[in-house]
């Protein structure tokens, strides 16, 4: 599929480009952040723990589910398009700033996580020991492992996007993010695959890349068009895909969750026209200087806090169903909304605390 891969000031042989621009940035992440938190609270049904597979309750999550599988690529395209632009930064500098973002997080949340899994699950150490070295130690830490694997190859990235013309970065993205998705095909194969905390970033470096090119694209009208075409039929093949996948199966097997996962051909297609989307209604909604209005201050605040609830709110949510329960029948999709709500509200609460305690701020 075509996008407007307009440069953003310069061709391949110029000076680098200017940076691309972000006042949009901040309602993107807000959104990805809300995003997160509804699917974890609504994927105990889709994987039919608590809903019929075919059911009411679980058509409406699958739905939602798979409308917001773009979350996580969307947090990685950001990243990417914020750290790419070619500078003057020697190495050991953006390793030392980046280490202070993602290196304490990713070391005190993983020994959080694993604790907590032990004092709550059972977990025992050899397992505790197999999950941090699969770089996962919670369903959604491997997001840090993903990040910081990223970062230790930015500054070479950043000399090769400042030595390639554009074309040839897509070309470059395109076949990272095909590898990926196959992978992830392979990866079906009974005894095929598997990844070490050491490699998890890798499938997603089509991503990082897309981002960089997508946000130093020219905004217009042509975009949006392609975004709207692209996020609404790599949603539609996304729902249509696994529900084919689970009743060939009989029940939410490895099929189904092939194509939900992140780099599956339907979820990149989705992700790349959300990014398009969000960079539109987030300059449409924040206006040049977004932060000079209520609501550009409301989503800087959020969007600061966002990281923080991404690390929190498994542990929010679970805790939550832990102490409240979950209904059976229709009344399961009002439990799972309320979940998610009170994640989100409890997770902001808890984050603001914690950046007001100097030994906890580093960590969120």
């Known amino acids: 599929m ?4 307009t440069p953003a000031g310069r061709p391949a042989s110029a000076p680098p480009s200017p940076a691309p621009t972000t006042n949009w ?7 990805a952040m809300v995003a997160v938190v509804l699917v974890h609270a609504f994927s105990p049904l889709v994987s039919t723990a608590h809903a019929d597979l075919g059911g009411p309750a679980w058509w409406a999550a699958h739905v939602l589910d798979s409308a917001l599988r773009w979350c996580v690529p969307v947090f990685v395209m950001i990243s990417g398009g914020l750290l790419l632009r070619p500078r003057e930064e020697d190495a050991g500098a953006f390793y030392r700033r980046r280490w202070a973002k993602i290196g304490v997080p990713l070391v005190v949340w993983s020994v959080a996580y694993l604790v907590w899994e032990q004092w709550r699950d059972g977990l025992d150490p050899a397992g505790a020991v197999a ?14 492992y993903v990040i910081a694997g990223l970062y230790l190859l930015t500054p070479f990235l950043r000399t090769v996007v400042a030595h390639t013309p554009r074309t040839g970065l897509w070309w470059f993205a395109g076949t990272m993010l095909a590898l990926g998705a196959t992978d992830q095909l392979l990866g079906l194969v009974d005894g095929a695959g598997g990844v070490t905390a050491a490699t998890r970033f890798l499938p997603f470096l089509g991503y990082y890349l897309l981002g ?52 599956s051909p339907t979820v990149v297609v989705a992700s790349l026209g959300a990014l398009l989307l969000l960079r539109a209604a987030g300059e449409r909604l924040a206006g040049d200087v977004p932060d000079a209005t209520r609501f550009g201050r409301v989503v800087g605040t959020v969007s600061g806090l966002s990281f923080g609830v ?5 542990m929010v949510l679970n805790t939550l169903r832990d102490i409240g329960g979950t209904p059976g029948g229709v009344l399961v999709l009002a439990a799972a909304s309320g979940y998610a709500v009170a994640t989100a509200a409890v997770s902001l609460l808890l984050v603001a605390a914690m950046r007001r305690i100097p030994l906890l701020r580093s960590t969120v």
Do not use: C, Q
């Open 25 to 31: 940035v901040g309602f993107a992440r807000v959104a």
């Open 212 to 263: 960089w090119l997508l946000m130093t694209s020219t905004a217009g009208k042509r975009n949006l068009r392609y975004g709207i075409a692209a996020f609404t039929l790599g949603t539609a093949a996304t729902v249509t895909g696994a529900w084919a996948g689970a009743a060939a199966e009989g029940d939410w097997g490895r099929g189904a969750e092939y194509v939900y996962g992140y780099l």
């Open 131 to 144: 999950e941090a070295a699969s770089g996962s130690p919670s369903i959604h830490l491997y997001f840090l």
């Open 310 to 314: 991404y690390l929190v709110h498994v």
């Open 2 to 5: 075509a996008v407007d891969v």
